[in-house]
């Protein structure tokens, strides 16, 4: 999982993780978020500059450093920002986005 601001900010550790593997007939990147506005800036870029078959958000992330930032888990107690995260990804990306949950947290 690549944190969206790290991956705005070009950390190579967390450009890394978007990396397809030549030998991956399927590629999945799962990025993590609290703001629609940064979440619709990485999706334009993931469009541009990933090869990848989906998006995964990753609203299951129980950890402190992520939900401490509205991402992760944290996102699952605010769920109209949830849904204006998941609409600005999807309203900026030309594959299909799933999103993780969690049963509780």
């Not at 978007?18 to 469009?47: I, W």
């Not at 990933?50 to 769920?79: K, W």
Request: charged fraction near 20%.
């Amino acid at each position: 999982m690549a944190l969206a601001t790290n991956l705005l900010q070009g950390q190579n550790s967390e450009w890394a993780l978007l990396k397809r593997h030549p030998s991956e007939k399927m590629f999945g990147v799962q990025v993590c978020g609290g703001y629609p506005d940064t979440m619709a800036q990485l999706a334009q870029v993931v469009n541009e500059h990933v090869n990848c078959d989906f998006v995964d958000i990753n609203c299951g992330c129980p950890i402190d450093v992520i939900c401490n930032r509205g991402a992760g888990s944290a996102l699952l107690t605010r769920p109209k920002q949830l849904e204006r995260v998941v609409r600005a990804t999807t309203g900026c990306l030309d594959k299909p986005v799933i999103v993780k949950i969690r049963k509780g947290y």
